[in-house]
């Protein structure tokens, strides 16, 4: 809780308050953490075009110590596409068929529910307070001020809180108000922030590849994330291929394979340690030769105040557009609702070094602060794509203003 606030009559003298900068996160970066897997294959690859265009790039640079070296890229490998079974198949045996209940189990929750789920914690502690606030009270300036608390402290933001807050007044000063008018009203406002930037990810079917480089502070849900895109992106029949330049995390890299096997997409990958710019190159122009549809790139976590995990980060974009000016033509940054404020400072790091041009907002699940998505919405006005709910493959959906509003706020579909 780093925003300032003004009370309720202080607004309607003062002018608006910026928001305080955002407490520091101490995450300690993993980088280097890893260790080498111990069946890391080798395959032949083509060096000299790659050593081309990288050596251009060294030329240019001073971070001789991050440019690829000749015996890292000799180890990068295709994990090609494993078979996935498409189905069961059904048993032949002419036995008489059990008589089974339906696991209600696997009866698979609708997304909007899975949201209200998963938003519950967030939903609860807007809720919970609105109701404690609006029994049978009046509005009045205490009520008012009470509940722009509650708002703000659910991390929706100072500006959000005092336009519904203001909203409120309108019209109902002094009059009793109901539990459910506050929660309509406090949805359509959210909603009326949400709806300009909730975009869906295109996919320009002419590019082959179309590529997403996938950045973010450690563990906010790159390489989940990319696995469930994925997914996604073979359900809708399209060529996928992966390449796992965090090459700091080993299990980054295993869980991208797995990814790969699940989704029938190609990874390419190297050992732990490897030069991350290498490893792009190669994949961009193997995504090339193969021309498919979307080339997903992982990267390594990094927080946002290490500048020279940042100017990293520079050097991949700098690496990926030596084979393609106008790539990469997607830039999705991860962020951590649990994180609260300090996400926001994320925005505007990798918004500048990595061209962000996208967010996907994880863990919305596991958070009573889900509500900061709707205040970097209001600060930055950056396109929301995503949001995850969970750890599995269908816990990532487009993100749609109305059902976020309606679900934080505790209202029926
Ligand atoms: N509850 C929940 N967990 C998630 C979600 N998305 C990712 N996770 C979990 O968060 C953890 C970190 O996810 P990763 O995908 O490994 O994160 P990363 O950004 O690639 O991590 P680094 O490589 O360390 O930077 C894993 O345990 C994921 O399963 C989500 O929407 N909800």
Not at 25 to 41: H, K
Not at 260 to 280: F, H, M, N, P, Y
Request: aromatic letters at 4%.
């Amino acid at each position: 809780m780093s925003e300032k606030k003004r009370g309720f009559f202080g607004r309607l003298f003062g002018a608006k308050d910026e928001a305080a900068p955002d407490a520091a996160r101490d995450d300690e970066n993993s980088a280097g953490e890893g260790e080498v897997p111990a069946d890391a294959p080798e395959a032949a690859t083509e060096p000299e075009a790659r050593d081309a265009g990288l050596a251009e790039i060294a030329e240019t640079e001073a971070e001789a110590e991050t440019t690829p070296k000749t015996e890292d890229r000799d180890d990068t490998v295709v994990e090609s596409a494993v078979e996935v079974p498409e189905q069961e198949p059904a048993p032949t045996e002419p036995e008489p068929e059990p008589v089974t209940e339906p696991e209600p189990a696997k009866e698979r929750k609708s997304w909007f529910a899975r949201l209200r789920d998963g938003l519950s914690r967030s939903s609860n502690a807007l809720t919970g307070g609105i109701s404690s606030i609006f029994t049978k009270r009046k509005l009045d300036a205490d009520t008012l001020e009470e509940l722009e608390d509650i708002l703000i402290q659910a991390d929706l933001g100072v500006e959000t809180a005092m336009n519904i807050t203001e909203r409120l007044a309108d019209g109902r000063y002094d009059k009793e108000i109901s539990e459910e008018e506050v929660r309509r009203i406090l949805a359509e406002e959210v909603e009326s922030v949400l709806e300009p930037v909730a975009k869906p990810l295109e996919i320009d079917a002419s590019l082959k590849p179309h590529v997403i480089l996938v950045v973010g502070v450690n563990g906010t849900g790159k390489t989940t994330t990319i696995g469930k895109l994925s997914a996604k992106f073979a359900t809708e029949g399209k060529r996928v291929m992966m390449a796992a330049g965090d090459t700091f995390r080993a299990a980054a890299v295993e869980q991208l394979k797995i990814w790969g096997e699940r989704t029938g997409a190609d990874v390419i990958a190297r050992d732990t340690g490897a030069d991350a710019a290498g490893l792009v190159f190669d994949a961009m122009r193997e995504a090339r030769e193969k021309a498919v549809d979307v080339l997903l790139i992982d990267t390594a976590g990094r927080l946002q105040n290490r500048a020279e995990l940042m100017a990293e980060l520079e050097k991949v974009v700098r690496v990926i557009k030596k084979h393609d000016e106008t790539a990469p033509h997607t830039v999705l940054l991860t962020l951590d609702a649990t994180t609260g404020q300090n996400a926001m400072n994320q925005v505007e790091i990798f918004g500048k070094t990595a061209g962000v041009s996208g967010l996907v907002m994880t863990k919305l699940d596991g958070t009573a602060r889900g509500g900061i998505l709707v205040a970097i919405s209001a600060k930055h006005r950056m396109p929301v794509h995503f949001i995850g709910v969970g750890e599995g493959v269908d816990d990532l959906e487009p993100f749609k203003a109305e059902e976020f509003a309606k679900a934080i706020a505790g209202i029926p579909a």
